[in-house]
């Protein structure tokens, strides 16, 4: 079991947006700025989309987009686009003694 | 652009020992801590341990203290990740990873290696 939660999956068509969560605790996603989002096509390289809760690394698109609630952090994709197929996994920073948590994470469908 | 290059997919025994390698370029490899995470078969990342090149100071998540090694040769830009006794629960994909550490601590992942995926089976 992963420390913080995911959904299993998410879909949207193209064009459309969809939000995906990650909810972790007061020691981890709640209690620092500092969770990413990364991209997964699979037997390719995982790559940063967002880091630092919303900011994203120069060439993501602006279509991507991070927010952050309490313990629940969250990654929008606007515009949904065939190529963002992917599964998607959160990480966070979760104290001095912890290289940090990952997300067990979610399979994006573009319908 | 940073790129990081593990070796291929191994298949092995239990009990064997085993090394991968995962090759760094375009970056100073001495100055920046490199790592490694885990992906067990239909599970999610899990944070192996991490590495600075540039003096060997190695740190690693207690599940995986005493249970692997994590080295890095600066001289050829390349760190490893090895076993010396495999299990059937070390299969997995397992992905090189360039951390962002800020004041010590691991901010992001800024760069990935493709993986490289190990079999253990009698």
């Known amino acids: 079991q992963s420390a913080l939660t995911q959904p299993p999956s998410a879909s949207g068509s193209p064009g459309q947006s969809v939000t995906i969560s990650c909810t972790g605790t007061s020691s981890d996603v709640g209690g620092y700025n500092y969770v990413s989002w990364y991209q997964h096509h699979p037997g390719k390289a995982p790559k940063l989309m967002i880091y630092?809760?919303?900011k994203r690394p120069s060439g993501v698109p602006d279509r991507f987009s991070g927010s952050k609630s309490g313990n629940t952090a969250s990654l929008t994709v606007s515009g949904l686009q065939a190529d963002d197929e992917a599964d998607y996994y959160c990480s966070s920073y979760a104290g001095s003694n912890n290289l940090g948590v990952f997300g067990g994470g979610t399979k994006l469908t573009v319908l | 652009e940073v790129q990081l290059v593990q070796s291929g997919a191994e298949v092995k025994k239990p009990g064997e020992s085993l090394k991968i390698s995962c090759k760094g370029s375009?970056?100073?490899?001495?100055?920046?801590?490199i790592g490694w995470v885990r992906q067990m078969p239909g599970k999610g990342l899990e944070w192996m341990g991490v590495?600075?090149?540039?003096?060997?100071?190695?740190r690693y998540s207690p599940s995986f203290q005493g249970q692997v090694t994590i080295s890095a040769d600066k001289s050829i830009s390349t760190a490893y990740l090895q076993w010396s006794s495999l299990k059937a629960s070390d299969t997995g994909m397992y992905y090189c990873?360039?951390?962002?550490?800020?004041?010590?601590?691991?901010?992001?992942?800024?760069?990935w290696g493709q993986g490289t995926l190990v079999t253990v089976s009698s």
């Open positions: 590495i600075y090149p540039g003096d060997s100071d190695s």
């Open positions: 990873a360039r951390p962002t550490m800020i004041r010590g601590v691991i901010i992001t992942i800024d760069s």
């Open positions: 375009e970056y100073s490899f001495s100055t920046n801590w």
């Open positions: 630092d809760v919303t």
